[in-house]
Nanobody, 122 residues
Framework: QVQLVESGGGLVQAGGSLRLSCAASTGTFNRYAMGWFRQAPGKEREAVAAMSWYGDRTFYVDSVKGRFTISRDNADDTIYLQMNSLKPEDTAVYYC???????????????WGQGTQVTVSS
């Protein structure tokens, strides 16, 4: 079992930045691919970014490329999502996710965090 706890959400003005963190409670963190999803009101949950367990592969949805950066610290069992140049359309609940494979973590991850709200005002 993997438990994931997100933090770092909040309210920010358009053009601002936030960094989300996700702490994982597993002794084998470096064996999991990790990702971030988001869900806006009335919309489906979508994969935003993901990283393989080794960090050699990444995924970003087109709408955040060049603005968001995913990273991981295997020593601290934590992943991050640095979000720059935020837009009102980035407003959503952001979820951390984990899976044993990179392919699954962007589609159907096994483990989810509870989510953290990000609100971008115009």
């Amino acid at each position: 079992q993997v438990q994931l706890v997100e933090s770092g959400g909040g309210l920010v003005q358009a053009g601002g930045s936030l960094r989300l963190s996700c702490a994982a409670s597993t002794g084998t963190f470096n064996r999991y691919a990790m990702g971030w999803f988001r869900q806006a009101p009335g919309k489906e949950r979508e994969a935003v970014a993901a990283m393989s367990w080794y960090g050699d592969r990444t995924f970003y949805v087109d709408s955040v490329k060049g603005r968001f950066t995913i990273s991981r610290d295997n020593a601290d069992d934590t992943i991050y999502l640095q979000m720059n140049s935020l837009k009102p359309e980035d407003t959503a609940v952001y979820y951390c996710a984990a899976d044993g494979t990179f392919a699954n973590v962007v589609v159907r991850p096994n483990y989810w965090g509870q989510g953290t709200q990000v609100t971008v005002s115009s």
